[in-house]
Each structure stands twice: as C-alpha cells, then as structure tokens.
C-alpha cells in the first residue's frame, strides 16, 4: 500500500511538471509563442469582453440567464421575471497578420417565469453577426485592435397578453377555424385564413439590425497577470416598428486575467471585469436608462495555447428612473465556454 502511494505521487508530480514545463513554453519562445500571448501572459477568453487578437479560432458554448427585467415602456415601469438559455458558436479566421473575419451565431429560448409568462410570452431568441478585426499596433507588451460587426437579433414565441388584448376581435375567427365547415373550395380559403389570423395573435415575432464598432487595447503586465479593455457603439435599428427609431448604447469595460501556470504547476486561470453601457434611445419617455453595469468573472483551464475550457457568470444591473432611482433589474448568468485556437 505504502510503495502504491509512492509511486502514485511521483507519478503524478512528474505529470504536473511536464504540464509545468510545456506550459512555460507557450509564451516564452518568441517564434513559437501563441498569438494570444504578451509579455509571457496567454490571454483568458471572455464571452462578455472577447480578446482583441487576429487569431483563427472556434468558440463554442452554453449559457443560461435568469433574473428581471424592466419594461421601461409602461408607465410606470413594470417588472417581469426572465429565464433564457441556448448555445452559441463563434468562428474568427485570420486572412492577414493585420485582419480577421468573424462571425457569430447564438439561439435558444427565451421565456417569462410564473405569472410573467403571461406578461412576457414564450418562445425562441437568436441572434447573428458577421464582420472583421483589425490589428492597429502591437509590440511584445501591447496590442491595440479594432472591429465592425454587423448584427440581427430575434425573438419568436407565444405572447398570451397580446391574444388576450385581441381576443374580442377573434370571436368569428375561432368559430370558423375550429367549428366552421370546409366542404367548398371558398369554406376551406376562410377557414385556413381564420385559423392563421389566431396563429398571428399567438405569436411575436420581431427582429432588428444593427452594427457594433469598438477599438480594444490588452497589455501583458507580467507571465502571470494581463489586463485588456474596450471601449464601443453599438445601434439596433426597430425595423418592425418605426424604421426611425432605434436603440444604441455607448459600452466600455475592462478585464484582468490571473494564470497560475507560471508560477505554479497548476493550469488554472481567473478572469475578473466589469462592463458599464449607456442607452441612447429618441423614444420620448418618462423613464430614463442610467446605465446597465456588467460584473463577470470565470476561471478557465491554461495548459494549452490550442485549447481553452472555463466557466464564466456575470450579473447584469440595470437602475432606471429619473432623479432617485425608482427600480432595478438584474440579470445573473452562467456559461460553459470551449475554444479550439489554430494559432
């Protein structure tokens, strides 16, 4: 038992070394070093402030939101509780030293919790972008990039308080979708065209579309220490509203990643950051946006410049009012990230 012991911890002492070892070479050999590295520091991945680098790389992961949420369109503003979830899946592939193309797809469901299904309705979100990075300077400590996405969003689902608001003009449809007779070619045109109009009551759908630019900087304190943060626009444009209403929001943050490997054999990483975005909006309210903070953090595998696991939550805060701050929505979140970088 006592020689079985032994041998078990030598053994596993000499993995860690050579997992200690390998490691260290990831950004020490300057030809060899991954392009996530700055002075010595491999860069934790975030899904909330993404790494500034033109590398080729896939991104893959599952995440789940819950919490509240305000509909600053009522007066006064209402509160409804929220859960979504889905995946996501990020593709970056680098054309040039100086350039990447990106794009991105998320989807999943997006519901009301309790009574707020009937308030907020039930369904499927998704959401998309396509655009590109570019390298503005970098030397072996800092690096500045910036980026343009073009972006769609989307929701799909059961809305019950919008067919209950239009049930007293539903009356006949329902009659003649469920109970009316269909043996003329005419009967059939009414009954199929009564049943969609309470399908359209049913549902929701609404996209926008829009565009992000932002301009990222990342700095490599040390082997064991980086930092990074980013400053951006982004625009949604209501497109099945008022073509000219829209949304947009100013959003900078910041990010500090802490790895263990080269000080310990131990392959872990932290990523601790904070992101603050102001809503611009022309809509005419009584209510006002202050600003939405973000607070993140994650911890992440670091034995590998190829490979990144990790796990990052995030609460989103989101005061609004006019004067003393009348209410606050919070939106807590989970997600397991896996990457896969061919450089």
Known sequence: MFWKLCFSVISLSLMATTIYAERLQLCSNAKDASKRCLNGHLFIPSAIN?????????LTGLQVK???????????????????????????????DWLAVAGAFSGGFLSGVGGDIINFGTGGQFDYSLGGRFLLWKNSRFLISTSLDFLGTGYTGMDLLRFANSAPNLVKPIETCFNGLSNTKEQKKDKKAACASINNALKKFNYELGFNAEISMAMGINPAAGFRTNLGYQQLF???TDAADFKGQVYAGFAVSLDLSPVTPVPLGFLLGAQYAYRLDNMPSEFLHLGALTLHGGIFYTGSDHISVGLEVSDEMVPVGIGPVVERSNLFSGALNFGFYWN
């Open 50 to 58: 993404k790494l500034p680098f033109i590398t080729t790389d896939i």
């Open 66 to 96: 819950m919490g509240s949420t305000l509909d600053i369109t009522a007066v006064p503003a209402e509160k409804h509780a929220l859960v979504s979830g889905g995946a996501q899946y990020d593709l970056q592939i680098a054309v040039l």
């Open 238 to 240: 209501r497109s099945k």
